[in-house]
C-alpha cells in the first residue's frame, strides 16, 4: 500500500471522486473578444474592422489573409465568410478619455480595473468591454451601445450624421441566436446582389443582340458588270424592269453622288474681308512678280 516513511495519505488521494467542471473565467473570456483579434489574436489596434456577422479583427490580419489564404492560421475558421474586402467595413470609434494605455500599472503598485475599455460609446458614455451591448452601422462604420439607439431612436447617426435603416444595424460580439440571424441575411443580402447582376448582364446581352441581327440581315452589295456595287432586292428588280434608259440614268445619279464636292478657295469667297485672305498664301501679295523670281528652283512656299 506504500505510505512508507510516516507519511499519512489524504483521502482525495485514495479515493477518485467525479472530475470538475472547469468553468471559463468571465473577464478572460469578454478579454478576449473585446480587445483582441479574432483571427490573429493579437491586441486590437486601429485601424479596426468588423465582419458582417460582428467579430473584431485587425485590419492588417484580414488583409494578410485575402493575400495568402492558404496559409495555416490558428482561427482560420472564423474568416472563411470574408470573400473580400467588401466583405468588412472599418469602424468609426470613440476613445474612451479615462484610459491611459496598456503600462498603466507597470509598477503594480495600484489598483487595475481589468474592464476599462479603450472606446466608449459617444452618446452614453458607457464602456466598450462586452459588459454592455453595442452595435455598429454598415453604412458609416459609427459603433454605438444598444442603449443609445433604444433611447434615441432616429433615422440618421448620432455621430456622422449619415442616413440608415434597421437593417443597417450589426451586433457586435453577439450570443450564438444573434450571429445566426446575421448569418442569414448575410446569405439574403448576397442573394440579391447575384440576382441583380445577373439582371444587368441579361439586359446587356438583349440590347446587344438586335443590333448584330440588323446587321446581318442587311444583304451584301453586289457588284454589277459596270464595276460599282449594287445593292440587292427592291431597287434591283425596278432597274431590271426600267430599261437601259433608266440604267443610264440611276448610274448618271449614282456618280454625280458619288462624286467627292470641290474645294473652294477663300480668295474667291465674297463675304470674307481682304485682311482675312490675305493670311494665305494664295492671296496677291504673297505671289511674287516675275522680276523677284530667281532663275533657279527654290523650295520656299512662296515660290510660284
Not at 458619288?258 to 481682304?274: I, N
Amino acid at each position: 500500500m506504500g505510505c512508507d516513511g510516516g507519511t499519512i495519505p489524504k483521502r482525495h488521494e485514495l479515493v477518485k471522486g467525479p472530475k470538475k467542471v472547469e468553468k471559463v473565467d468571465k473577464n478572460a473570456e469578454l478579454a478576449a473578444k473585446w480587445k483582441y483579434c479574432t483571427l490573429s489574436q493579437e491586441k486590437l489596434r486601429r485601424p479596426i474592422v468588423a465582419c458582417e456577422l460582428g467579430r473584431l479583427y485587425n485590419k492588417d490580419a484580414i488583409i494578410e489573409y485575402l493575400l495568402d489564404k492558404s496559409a495555416e492560421r490558428p482561427n482560420a475558421e472564423a474568416v472563411t465568410h470574408i470573400r473580400g474586402i467588401k466583405d468588412i467595413k472599418e469602424l468609426n470609434l470613440t476613445d474612451n478619455p479615462e484610459w491611459e494605455g496598456e503600462r498603466r500599472n507597470a509598477k503594480g503598485d495600484r489598483y487595475e480595473d481589468m474592464h476599462c475599455s479603450m472606446f466608449i460609446c459617444p452618446v452614453v458614455g458607457l464602456e466598450m468591454n462586452g459588459k454592455h451591448r453595442f452595435c455598429y452601422l454598415q453604412t458609416c462604420g459609427c459603433v454605438f451601445s444598444d442603449r443609445a439607439l433604444k433611447e434615441v431612436k432616429t433615422e440618421i447617426c448620432h455621430k456622422c450624421g449619415d442616413p440608415f435603416k434597421d437593417e443597417d444595424i450589426v451586433v457586435l460580439n453577439g450570443t450564438k441566436e444573434e450571429v445566426q440571424k446575421l448569418n442569414e441575411k448575410m446569405d439574403e443580402r448576397r442573394a440579391k446582389t447575384k440576382a441583380k447582376k445577373s439582371k444587368k448582364s441579361k439586359a446587356v446581352e438583349t440590347v446587344s443582340t438586335p443590333a448584330e441581327s440588323q446587321e446581318d440581315a442587311q444583304p451584301p452589295p453586289m457588284v454589277v458588270a459596270g464595276g460599282k456595287p449594287q445593292q440587292n432586292g427592291d431597287e434591283s428588280s425596278q432597274s431590271a424592269e426600267a430599261g437601259p434608259s433608266s440604267a443610264s440614268t440611276s448610274s448618271k445619279g449614282s456618280k454625280s453622288s458619288t462624286a467627292p464636292a470641290t474645294k473652294r478657295s477663300f480668295q474667291d469667297m465674297k463675304e470674307k474681308s481682304e485682311a482675312f485672305k490675305s493670311l494665305f498664301t494664295t492671296h496677291s501679295s504673297a505671289k511674287r512678280s516675275k522680276d523677284q523670281t530667281s532663275n533657279w528652283v527654290t523650295h520656299t512656299p512662296y515660290h510660284f
